[in-house]
């Protein structure tokens, strides 16, 4: 029998849902605690270089990589570097890209 499976498909993306805002949540939070908001001068990555775009880059990586990612990319020297975003981008598509392969 099958019948009343509507409601169930409808319980079923709410749960996917909840599960995607809580990830974003917890990757909004992981920038927040290990970036500064106000480092920039110093060469270091500020929270405002994760834009819309590196953010959803980092929402759809396991939350043990977007960890280690962020943490590797907080200790770099941006100085000279236009587009830190981009910047940051390239480093972590080449950084999941390369852990895949081996």
Not at 3 to 16: E, H, L, Y
Request: glycine share 16%; proline share 2%; aromatic share 2%.
């Amino acid at each position: 029998g099958g019948g009343g499976g509507g409601g169930r498909k409808v319980k079923i993306q709410a749960m996917k849902e909840q599960g995607t805002r809580e990830k974003r949540e917890r990757v909004d939070c992981l920038i927040r605690e290990t970036l500064d908001p106000q480092a920039g001068m110093d060469g270091k990555l500020r929270t405002e270089d994760c834009d819309e775009g590196v953010r959803g880059f980092l929402y759809t990586l396991p939350l043990d990589v977007v960890k280690a990612s962020i943490e590797e990319c907080a200790g770099l020297d941006l100085i000279g570097i236009r587009n830190r975003s981009a910047y940051v981008m390239g480093l972590l598509k080449a950084r999941v890209l390369g852990s895949s392969e081996g």
